[in-house]
């Protein structure tokens, strides 16, 4: 019999959290386990999960998302399931969210993604996609098709078959945040694992914050984002061709950010050089205190 367990990562959004499991708890399908990875809040996250008892709860240091992950998706796997649904904590999942996910064609071990609706406009994808020969923007532009391949948002409502980690492992805690996903995803792709998007499944997201650029100190998140594509082209290319790749990549990123007219234009380019220069270099040792930029940037601000 096949058991599905989902996979929550949360770090000090206890009213988010909440109402995420709410609507888990809620589902057509019921859950056969709760896994919750506590990264460290202290917001009083910590104390509210040790009075739910039907949550199997991890409290461990802040290790990003990246690292929230490995360790549920790990934990999950040993709980010996057929299906792990990974989500962050402030996703709403539709009532029938995980019905329609298991009721899309069967593909065999695969990854199969429910749609991440803007939660302020369900008009809008929370996560705009450019693909070579289509953008997503519009949830019209994804309900068309019955199955939407080589699109998915990781780790909004992200069902992974066990053959699947089985194969490839988990997220690798070292790329922290912003692009673990995306490797984690490429990672699957070059084991030739299906991954599509469910755009009958829907689940409720934030839309992206960082589409016309984020504000400092914010902005300093885009460090991962950039460095962490070392891993994503080295999966895509191989270790020598995707190495040339990101630098031609980066360069050019960085020398937009160069030209780019904003406010903090120094900090921007220092920040992607940084990166860039880390990727290169395979450093992916930097947590977000050991930032030169940022740091930088507090000596001078404050």
Not at 111 to 138: C, D, G, W
Not at 226 to 247: E, H, I, W
Not at 253 to 273: C, E, F, H, I, V
Request: net charge neutral.
């Amino acid at each position: 019999m096949e058991t599905i367990a989902a996979v929550v990562v949360t770090f000090n959004r206890l009213a988010d959290l909440q109402k995420c499991l709410d609507s888990l708890r809620q589902q057509s399908r019921p859950l056969d386990a709760f896994y919750v990875i506590n990264n460290g809040s202290t917001d009083g996250t910590t104390e509210w999960l040790a009075t739910q008892t039907d949550l199997q709860v991890t409290n461990q240091p802040n290790l990003g998302g990246a690292g929230g992950f490995a360790t549920g998706i790990d934990t999950a796997y040993r709980g010996g399931h057929t299906w792990l649904w990974c989500m962050d904590d402030d996703c709403l999942a539709a009532p029938d969210a995980l019905a329609q996910l298991l009721a899309a064609p069967h593909l065999g071990p695969c990854i199969k993604n429910s749609m991440s609706v803007s939660a302020s406009n369900h008009e809008e994808l929370a996560f705009f996609v450019q693909r070579p020969h289509k953008t997503y923007r519009l949830v019209s532009d994804m309900t068309d098709v019955e199955l939407v391949y080589d699109v998915a948002s990781f780790f909004n409502g992200t069902l992974i078959h066990s053959e699947v980690v089985k194969a490839i492992g988990i997220p690798d805690k070292a790329l922290f945040i912003w692009g673990d996903e995306v490797e984690y995803m490429t990672r699957a792709q070059k084991m030739g694992f299906p991954v599509v998007t469910v755009p009958s499944s829907v689940f409720y997201h934030p839309a992206a914050f960082d589409r016309n650029g984020i504000p400092w100190p914010g902005a300093w998140k885009q460090y991962y984002a950039v460095r962490n594509q070392r891993r994503v082209l080295q999966n895509q290319f191989g270790n020598t061709v995707g190495r040339f790749v990101f630098a031609a990549w980066a360069a050019k990123a960085t020398l937009q950010q160069a030209l780019a007219k904003r406010a903090n234009r120094l900090y921007n380019t220092l920040l992607y050089s940084e990166a860039m220069l880390d990727g290169l270099t395979n450093n992916f040792r930097k947590r977000p205190e050991t930032i030169q930029t940022l740091r930088f940037y507090k000596w001078r601000n404050g």
